[in-house]
């Protein structure tokens, strides 16, 4: 797929780097079909290992942001700095205390870009020339891949939010055990509190990238011809990790406060036993939209993007670590 409007041909994102592989619905793969100075993606079979690894990379390089967000983002007072909640963290448990609920993330990184992937791929062929413009295919496609991400995750999400909670460090010893508490004190439904907020996070943050994404590439140009030298690979890595980080971090402005409806959401423990029953205790948040307007009430605007600082980090580092592991990984695998 290579549309033109105007003199500059514009190239939507190729797909989430976890699992690119060679496709008609892929503009980077019809790109690469089409010139020989770009190589063409490898197929999905050689791509899953080295999105593997590229997940456990991203995933062990931002854990400790992650651990910090998430505890800025269900903290109602004032959060101190970035550098202080690190240090609070540290001191709380020393370097493996950044790595709690680290399992859930990376148990759930390949089944998540898969669904990720699947639903981009199939919703950008759906809506092919039936659009106004190649970007708002591309947003309309990020924005479906969201949701089949979202019921992969939620589950795993809601263990590495307990986990990371500061009022739950007593409760749950390890992911398994916090995962077989919540089903047998809260029932099977509890593991999927918070799926309408991670779905609105997902999809927010989806379709942002995706078409941040493709518009950074377009202006970069583009790959130069890997012929040995240094000059060609070193653009080649900023335009890699540089568009990654950029339009990762560019993301996170949009889904921030839906981050934060989610962790909130999501740290709260159910009344309800395992076999349906209400207890007396009514939660505070009940809802993504009953959240959000609670929030913005009792802490205002600020309150709704707590946690931004870490997660904008986060994020854009992810993304262009998650780039560079994918690329440099598929070279051997």
């Not at 549309?3 to 690119?20: D, I």
């Not at 505890?71 to 790595?99: C, D, H, K, M, T």
């Not at 859930?104 to 992937?117: F, G, H, I, K, N």
């Amino acid at each position: 797929l290579k549309l033109v409007r105007g003199r500059v041909p514009y190239r939507a994102p190729s797909a989430p780097w976890c699992f690119r592989q060679r496709s008609a619905m892929s503009s980077e793969a019809a790109s690469s079909s089409s010139s020989s100075s770009s190589p063409a993606p490898a197929p999905r079979k050689s791509a899953v290992l080295p999105g593997m690894i590229a997940g456990l990379m991203e995933t062990m390089a931002v854990q400790p942001l992650d651990m910090v967000k998430t505890r800025f983002q269900i903290r109602e007072g004032a959060n101190p700095s970035l550098l202080r909640g690190l240090l609070e963290v540290y001191r709380e448990g020393g370097v493996f205390r950044f790595y709690r609920g680290m399992l859930p993330e990376m148990v759930s990184t390949a089944p998540a870009r898969t669904a990720m992937y699947s639903g981009y791929t199939w919703t950008a062929h759906a809506v092919q020339g039936k659009l106004a413009s190649p970007q708002l295919e591309t947003f309309v496609a990020g924005l479906a891949s969201g949701v089949p991400e979202s019921v992969i995750v939620t589950p795993l999400q809601l263990v590495k939010v307990r986990l990371q909670a500061k009022e739950h460090l007593g409760r749950y010893s390890n992911a398994f055990h916090c995962l077989r508490t919540i089903v047998f004190e809260e029932g099977p439904r509890a593991l999927f509190t918070g799926f309408s907020a991670t779905v609105c996070r997902n999809c927010a943050w989806n379709s942002v990238y995706f078409v941040t994404q493709g518009e950074l590439k377009r202006l970069l140009g583009e790959p130069k011809a890997d012929t040995g030298g240094w000059g060609a690979h070193a653009f080649n890595l900023v335009r890699t990790s540089g568009c990654a980080f950029l339009a990762g971090a560019f993301a996170t402005c949009f889904n921030a406060p839906f981050d934060v409806a989610k962790s909130r959401i999501q740290q709260q423990v159910s009344s309800q036993d395992a076999l349906g029953g209400v207890g007396s205790a009514e939660p505070k948040y009940t809802g993504t939209l009953q959240a959000l307007q609670l929030i913005y009430r009792e802490e205002g605007l600020r309150g709704m993007y707590k946690g931004f600082v870490p997660k904008f980090w986060r994020m854009g580092l992810g993304g262009a670590v998650g780039m560079l592991a994918f690329e440099t990984a598929q070279k051997f695998c």
